[in-house]
C-alpha cells in the first residue's frame, strides 16, 4: 500500500525521543564524574556537530575532555580534517577515529597525554593510581566498540540500535587504564528537527519512533545533495530532480523494488537505504560543514 502523498519536496517529520533510561543514564553519569580522570566524548564523524550533546558541556565542563570523531573511515577525510580544526580553536584535545589498530593505539596515546597532568602530580606524590576515563556520547556512536577495541576483545556489549547499554560499566583495558562504558544519552527536547532527523540516520533514535518512509525520503534528499552521482548511479535515479516520495519511487524502480502490479515496495527501499547508509555502502560522506575560523556554530545548528 502506498503511503499518503505529499506535495513534492515537503516533508513533514517530527522526532522527540527520551525514554525513561536516559534521564537514568544522566543520573548515573553526573554521580560518577568525581571518580574520573577524564572525560572521552564521541560522536559521528559523519554529523559531527548534531552527534553531540549538548547536555555534556555543562555536566563535565570542570573535567579533561577528548573528542573522538568516530567512524571516520565512512567520512570524507577533507571535511573531517575542517571538523578537527574547528574543535581545536574551541580548545577541545580531538582526533579522527575508526576501528583500525594503528587508530586505536593512537586513540590511547591521546587518552594517556590529556591525563598527563594528573599522572604527574600523582607520582609526585607517590601516588600509583590507575588513570580512570569515562566514555560517552549520543546512542548508537560507537563507545561499546571502541572499548572492545581499547581492551583488545568482546567485554562491552554492542549493538546496531541504540540503548544496548542500560547502565555504567567499568573495563580495565590495561594495568594503568580503566574506562567505564555509559549508557548513551540524548537531551530532553530535540529543538532542531533537523539535527534530530540526521541523528535518526545514524540509528540514535529508535526507528520504531518515526515515519521511516519520510525519513529517508530526507535521507535521499541528502545524499543526492552531497554527493549527487554517486547517489543515482547506486540507486539508478532516472529523474535527479524528484523530491520526496517521487525519489523514493525512483529508487524502488531503478532497484526493483516492485511488488505485483507495479506497486512500489517503500519497506524494502527504506530498510536498504538505511542499512547501506549506516554501513558505509554509499560511499564516504559528511553531511555536516564544519564552521570557518571566526564563525560561531550552534549545536544542532543546520550546517
Known amino acids: 500500500m502506498q503511503p499518503p502523498r505529499r506535495p513534492e519536496g515537503v516533508l513533514r517529520l517530527e522526532i522527540q525521543w527520551y525514554p525513561g533510561h536516559m534521564a537514568k543514564a544522566k543520573r548515573l553519569l553526573s554521580a560518577q564524574l568525581s571518580k574520573v580522570d577524564l572525560v572521552v566524548e564521541l560522536c559521528d564523524a559523519r554529523l559531527p556537530l548534531s552527534s553531540r550533546n549538548p547536555a555534556l558541556d555543562e555536566l563535565i565542563r570542570h573535567k579533561r575532555r577528548v573528542l573522538l570523531l568516530c567512524k571516520a573511515d565512512l567520512a570524507e577525510p577533507a571535511k573531517t580534517q575542517r571538523w578537527l580544526a574547528y574543535f581545536r580553536r574551541q580548545g577541545l584535545e580531538c582526533m579522527a577515529y575508526d576501528k583500525s589498530p594503528q587508530k586505536t593505539k593512537q586513540a590511547r596515546g591521546l587518552i594517556e597525554l590529556a591525563a598527563k597532568d594528573v599522572l604527574d602530580r600523582n607520582e609526585r606524590r607517590g601516588i600509583q593510581k590507575t588513570l580512570r576515563a569515562m566514555v560517552v556520547g549520543v546512542p548508537n556512536v560507537g563507545k561499546s566498540t571502541f572499548i572492545n577495541r581499547l581492551y583488545g576483545g568482546t567485554i562491552a556489549k554492542t549493538g546496531d540500535r541504540p540503548g544496548v547499554t542500560k547502565s555504567n560499566q567499568w573495563v580495565k583495558v590495561s ?129
Open 175 to 303: 594495568p594503568y587504564l580503566e574506562v567505564l562504558d555509559t549508557p548513551g544519552m540524548l537531551w530532553p527536547k530535540l529543538n532542531d528537527q533537523r539535527a534530530a532527523t540526521r541523528l535518526a540516520y545514524i540509528g540514535t533514535i529508535k526507528d520504531a519512533v518515526y515515519d521511516q518512509y519520510e525519513l529517508c525520503a530526507c535521507l535521499l534528499a541528502d545524499l543526492m545533495a552531497v554527493m549527487p552521482k554517486q547517489t543515482a548511479e547506486r540507486y539508478k535515479i532516472k529523474d535527479p530532480s524528484a523530491q520526496g516520495y517521487a525519489l523514493l519511487d525512483e529508487v524502488c524502480r531503478g532497484r526493483g523494488f516492485l511488488m505485483r502490479g507495479g506497486v512500489s515496495d517503500l519497506d524494502r527501499a527504506c530498510a536498504v537505504i538505511l542499512d547501506e547508509f549506516r554501513e558505509g555502502k554509499v560511499g564516504k560522506l559528511t553531511l555536516e560543514d564544519a564552521p570557518q575560523a571566526g564563525e560561531e556554530a550552534r549545536n544542532g545548528e543546520t550546517l
